[in-house]
Structure formats: C-alpha cells, structure tokens
C-alpha cells in the first residue's frame, strides 16, 4: 500500500510521472472527468484548520469523481480517545483514501501503517509535502521550456528559506530540495537551525543532508532562483507569537532582501501571509510573486497525487 507521508514516498523515477500528469490536469480541467476515483469515498481528518488544503482536496477528489467526507477530529470518537490504529482499521472498512492534517507526523505515520487505504500527509508539525511538491511544480511551470521535463528544470536551482527554519515548511524544503536535485540555504536567527528529525529523515532515504544554514538573509538570498517564506507562528506556536515575532524581525521578506536575489527570482509563501510581519506588501505586489498560482496548483498536484496512490492501491 502505497502512502504519502512525506516528499520521499515517491521515487525519483515516479516524479516525472506525477509532475506531468499534474500538468495534464490543469490542462483539462473543466473537461469532462477522468473517474480514477469513480466509485470511491475518501475521508479527510482535520486537527486545524485550513483554507487551501482542504478546499483543494476536496474539489480534487470531486473532481476525480469520487466523494469526500470531511470529519473534525473533534466530531470523532478519535477526539475522545479512540486509538489511532482502531480508527485507522474502521475507516479502511468504508472508504478508499484518507487526507489528515495534524500536529504529531507520529500520528500519521500510525494511521498510515494500520490502514489498507492510502494516507496522505496534509501537514503535521514536522512536515507538509503536498505543498512542496506544488511549489516545486510552480516554479518548474515557469523554468521547463515549453512541454518540457518539469522535474529536470528544478535540479541545480536555488532555494532561499527565510524566517522560521526549523518548523514543517522548512523541514519540507530541505528533504524536497535534496530529493529534487535542488540547493537550499535557510537564514533564521540563532537557535532555529534545522534540527535531528529532519537529519535522521535525510540519513533514512539516503540522501545527502545538502543544506546551508545561515544567520544572515542577505548570504542566503545571495544567488536565489526562489525565495521563500512561511508564517513566524505556526498552528500550535500561538503562545510564542510575541517572542517570535521579535526573533525573526531581521528574516522578513522585504523589496530590498527580495531584490538582493537573482534578477528573476521568483517569491512564494505557502499562505497565509501577514504582510508587514514575515513579508513586505511590496513584494507581494511584485510581478516575481507566484503565491496565487501555488494557491492554485495544490488542486492540480494533489489529483494527481491521489490519482498515483488509487492505481498503486488497485494492484
Ligand atoms: N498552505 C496551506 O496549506 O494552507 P491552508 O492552511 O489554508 O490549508
Ligand atoms: N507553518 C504553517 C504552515 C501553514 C500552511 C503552519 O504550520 O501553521
């Protein structure tokens, strides 16, 4: 069974596969529906909130013909302690696929191994790989020569983190980044270097861990294809907001970090943004800024993601 926890659980030679039938989805949609997912029902388990995953899940999995139940953990007996694999097991008996989005990747990870489904990993705390493949689509979209190899057009590019370097995106970037060919270097302030996990996930697909961590933004965008950024405070971190807002002041995105990149940079923000907090409007409002078209291509990735894991789950 065939899960996608994390950016490593499809295979370098599986990539072209899902990166072009991504794009074959944003090129037909609207025409009349593929049906990989006829017949099927697939659930999405929530522990925080969500505007774009769960709206582009759900569509998607509309999209491919299949229907979707979207369940709160807390209208679950799993919110009033059922265990992770009993829930895992019930859920296998009635639907074909399961999205969740929760703090613990352990929890995942559990669901995933006593399930006959397929998971998807729709953010945890450690890491959110569904984004990272479409922001590495966004910006493929845009480096690819027309009709070219999408996955190629990413290797040997540069990627400047910026901000909190030690929560899921950062940790996702890395891990996509090594997996995609792609150099990263990640400025945040002293005490946010990434940390054991996401080495020990590097060492455990054998992957080199080829990442550069700086405290200062101005030698990571130094040479930048992409600069990227997240919130300062993630979904469960409200209580530091104030501290860390202090913390990363000097790692926001502003006109002049973002002009310090190469001249055709692009910028993306997984979203939400807080302009004037880890992103300056300015840069929002510049033409290099694709988080729209991000936005947009979680529907496209996430079909094909989902289509990927049905035929797996069919052999
Ligand atoms: N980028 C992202 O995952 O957004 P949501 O939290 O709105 O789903
Ligand atoms: N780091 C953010 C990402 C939101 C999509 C969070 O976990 O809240």
Redesign the pocket.
């Known amino acids: 069974m065939k899960h996608f926890l994390k950016e490593t659980d499809f295979h370098a030679p599986e990539l072209g596969e899902v990166f072009a039938l991504a794009r074959e989805y944003k090129r037909t949609r609207g025409q009349p529906r593929t049906g990989v997912l006829a017949g099927q029902t697939w659930a999405m388990i929530f522990s925080k909130s969500s505007t774009r995953t769960r709206v582009s899940f759900e569509v998607g999995i509309h999209e491919l013909g299949g229907h979707v139940l979207f369940l709160n953990r807390n209208d679950i007996q799993l919110g009033r302690g059922e265990s992770i694999e009993d829930t895992a097991k019930v859920l296998s008996r009635f639907v074909h696929g399961l999205v969740v989005r929760t703090y613990d990747h352990a929890d995942v990870t559990r669901l995933a191994a006593a399930s006959t489904m397929p998971v998807i990993n729709a953010?945890t705390d450690f890491l959110?790989p569904c984004?990272i493949y479409t922001d590495a689509f966004t910006a493929a979209e845009r480096w690819a020569a027309p009709g070219g190899d999408l996955v190629a057009a990413l290797k040997g590019r540069k990627i400047a983190y910026l901000g909190d370097t030690c929560?899921?995106?950062a940790n996702s970037w890395i891990l996509g980044a090594a997996l995609f060919g792609m150099k990263i270097s990640l400025a945040g302030p002293k005490g946010f270097e990434p940390g054991a996990e996401i080495q020990a996930q590097l060492k455990a697909d054998g992957l080199k861990a080829d990442y550069h961590f700086t405290t200062d933004p101005y030698e990571a965008v130094a040479g930048a294809d992409l600069v990227y950024t997240?919130?300062w405070t993630?979904?469960g971190q409200e209580e530091e907001s104030k501290k860390r807002l202090a913390q990363m002041q000097p790692y926001a995105v502003t006109a002049k970090l973002f002009a310090a990149a190469k001249p055709d940079a692009l910028f993306m923000h997984?979203l939400p943004a807080h302009p004037g907090e880890e992103v300056e409007q300015a840069v929002l409002d510049n033409p290099r800024c694709v988080i729209f078209d991000e936005a947009e291509n979680r529907l496209h990735m996430q079909k094909a993601i989902m289509a990927m894991l049905a035929k797996s789950a069919r052999k």
Request: hydrophobic residues 45%; contains cysteine; charged residues 10%.
């Open positions: 953010l959110h984004q929560f899921n995106m997240d919130v993630s979904m997984c």
